[in-house]
């Protein structure tokens, strides 16, 4: 039997919400080149890899300890609200986990840095599978790695 779980992290940054965004946005563009050791490549397979229904093949490089490959369909985003939903639909992460669904979401704070929420909802192929917390790291990672990249741009 199976298990469902759910995992979230909050994590402050200093660029703002619009610059994180945006470059969140760009990723497949942005991330390859800009974190090599993370993304050997973004390829977009259906769409526009921005809007719901987009398809996009995700590879990693040796950054990512768990998972070398997956296709992710984005579910809904939201430009306005910054956020962003998709499902991993194959890929070495569903050896794992039955499904597994991620959502972000990007608010202002008041010091104009922003905050980026990440959440996970996943099944477990089985109950000895640890929850992803080793995804939830990389995901933590990198968006540490975006600010630093963002604040680095020239303005």
């Known amino acids: 039997m199976a298990t469902r779980g759910k995992l979230e992290v909050d994590v402050e940054l200093k660029s703002s919400a619009d610059k994180f965004w945006k470059t969140i946005r760009e990723s497949t563009e942005i ?68 499904n597994f669904k991620g959502h972000i979401a990007v608010t202002t704070t008041v010091d104009s840095g922003c905050v980026v929420k990440w959440t996970a909802e996943y099944e477990k192929t089985s109950h000895e599978i640890p929850d992803p917390s080793a995804v939830k790291d990389f995901v933590v990672k990198n968006f540490l790695e975006v600010d630093q990249y963002i604040i680095q741009q020239p303005a």
């Open 31 to 98: 991330f390859p080149k800009a974190f090599p050791h993370d993304y050997k490549s973004i390829e977009v397979l259906e769409g526009d890899g921005k809007a719901p229904g987009s398809v996009r093949h995700i590879t990693y490089a040796q950054g990512s300890p768990l998972v070398k490959s997956s296709k992710e369909k984005i579910e809904a985003a939201d430009d306005e609200k910054k956020t962003v939903s998709y499902e991993v639909i194959e890929g070495d992460l569903l050896e794992y986990y039955k």
